[in-house]
């Protein structure tokens, strides 16, 4: 066996050797990617081999690509009657994922970042007295919070403590949310900058898809879990667990800005701390919420 059969039959890169439009060489990689049998290959015409249209093109015309085949991606480039094959699944996996925390990522900064341009324009308007001492508190602990995101790091505070503390900074964050009800009857373990960013993203979406009232509640489920929930009153919707699918959005998100990226944060977050994320219709209207962790001794009560 010649240097170059032997290096080419123990490589991971893929190759297929073309003369006239027929098969001369097919090593075991390049086998195994486009999944046939390398016993009868050679001599056979091209499409034997190289199945998918784009690749027989690549082999006619020259060029690289990268394509999906038999649920690999597959990067490929055709030259001088030799096609390479790399698998680049994993590759493209990470790099998908990689794009997805991106997205995460910006979308967890957006509304809080439009919250501090609205307490800047309060500091404009309101150069002195107790609005702007609050104005400036409020941007103090949601640039805290953002560096605290950025490094990685939850508050540093484990003791049970009470949803209902956020709102004073959702009502200055979201446009309409001094309108929200809040009904928080129970108390919380879970990681306090983690329950704001449910909430920012829950009652957000219930102000801009749903109708009021909007009500801002825990309870307990059937199964005995503490939820803590958003309830709004508009209509039945089609299909509640596809929302939480990144970049899913509701019928009545139409012409509504936003990147279908808030439920799928939610549950991310949610089964962090252990707990799930769900939308349900009730009697009252739409609720969309989180399972908490809880102070011990609490559950049983």
């Known amino acids: 066996m010649s240097r170059w059969r032997e290096a080419w039959e123990a490589s991971r890169q893929g190759l297929v050797l073309l003369e006239g439009g027929q098969v001369r060489y097919l090593n075991p990689a390049a086998a195994h990617l486009l999944d046939v049998r390398r016993e009868g290959a050679e001599g056979r015409p091209a499409a034997y081999v190289l199945r998918h249209h784009r690749l027989l093109e690549l082999a006619r015309a020259g060029g690289e690509a990268t394509l999906a085949l038999g649920g690999r991606v597959l990067h490929v480039r055709a030259e001088g009657g030799a096609v390479f094959l790399d698998d680049v699944t994993e590759t493209e996996r990470t790099r998908a994922e990689l794009e997805q925390e991106r997205r995460m990522l910006a979308h967890e900064f957006r509304t809080p970042v439009a919250g501090l341009a609205g307490l800047l324009e309060v500091l404009r308007d309101e150069p002195g007295g107790p609005e702007r001492e609050r104005a400036l508190a409020l941007m103090a602990d949601e640039v805290a919070r953002l560096l605290r995101l950025v490094q990685g790091q939850g508050a540093a505070r484990a003791e049970a403590w009470s949803p209902e503390e956020l709102r004073p900074r959702l009502t200055r964050l979201l446009r309409g949310a001094e309108a929200v009800a809040w009904r928080v009857e129970h108390r919380t373990t879970a990681d306090r900058d983690r329950v704001y960013q449910v909430l920012v993203n829950l009652v957000e979406n219930a102000l801009n898809y749903g109708r009021p009232p909007v009500v801002v509640r825990t309870r307990r489920l059937e199964d005995g879990r503490l939820a803590l929930e ?48 769900y939308g349900v219709r009730l009697e009252e209207g739409n609720a969309f919420g989180v399972t908490l962790p809880e102070e011990e001794g609490e559950a049983d009560a």
């Open 230 to 277: 958003v309830v709004d009153a508009g209509g039945p919707l089609a299909d509640y667990e596809r929302l939480f699918e990144p970049g899913s959005r509701g019928v009545h998100a139409a012409g509504t800005r936003g990147s279908g990226l808030g439920l799928a944060l939610v549950r991310r977050i949610a089964r962090g701390w252990g707990g799930e994320a």
